[in-house]
């Protein structure tokens, strides 16, 4: 893990930057509800379409800022990862280069082969696509959590209870899916 890490240290400042897009993001996401509760409750009621018009407007604004911030996510994540996805590559073409003819006669060609297509091609969903979705998961997921708690906590207290399964399930699937990934890649080896 560490390894992977690493890939990222070079571009530690786009990443900063995605991360407080995601966060904007997701805060963003939460003011929504407290805009649909100003309509419901205070707006319509009381027959005011100066506030009505204001809070439409406010919920259309969010919703256009929202796409801007998404589609800056999407390059960021893109660039980023396909810049660590090459150095990847470059360092593994690298470091074959520098392997002994022992190496290439004692190890199956599918094995070689194996590892850099999809072992890289594992790793760049893993760059370009999960660690982002993970983050801005996580990020909407604590976001919800406070806006939950700032709108009704009893309700609030009631989601909280079924979070422990959730959660128990999603990893007991994420073990399902490492095994049979490691599997596959054995098949894929030996074909």
């Given at each position: 893990m560490r390894r992977v890490l690493g890939l990222f240290k070079a571009y530690a400042a786009r990443l900063i930057l995605l991360l407080i897009l995601i966060v904007g993001s997701?805060?963003?996401?939460?003011?929504?509800?407290?805009?649909l509760?100003?309509?419901?409750?205070?707006?319509?009621?009381?027959?005011?379409?100066g506030l009505l018009a204001l809070l439409a407007g406010s919920l259309i604004a969010l919703a256009c800022f929202g796409t801007v911030i998404g589609a800056l996510q999407v390059a960021i994540t893109s660039r980023v990862g396909q810049a660590?996805?090459?150095d990847l590559r470059v360092g593994v073409y690298a470091h074959l280069q520098s392997l002994s003819l022992g190496f290439f006669t004692t190890t199956r060609t599918g094995e070689v082969q194996s590892r850099i297509a999809s072992?890289?091609?594992g790793l760049q969903a893993l760059v370009t696509h999960t660690a982002g979705e993970l983050t801005r998961n996580?990020?909407?997921?604590?976001?919800?959590?406070?806006a939950i708690l700032a709108l009704e906590w009893r309700l609030a207290l009631f989601s909280f209870l079924v979070l422990p399964a959730a959660?128990?399930?999603?990893?007991?699937?994420?073990?399902?899916?490492e095994?049979?990934?490691?599997?596959q890649q054995l098949r894929i080896a030996d074909l």
């Open positions: 997701s805060a963003l996401g939460i003011a929504s509800p407290f805009l509760r100003a309509i419901i409750d205070d707006a319509l009621p009381n027959g005011n379409l660590i996805m090459h072992d890289i091609g996580v990020s909407t997921v604590v976001m919800t959590m406070i959660i128990w399930i999603s990893h007991r699937v994420g073990k399902l899916r095994e049979i990934t490691y599997e």
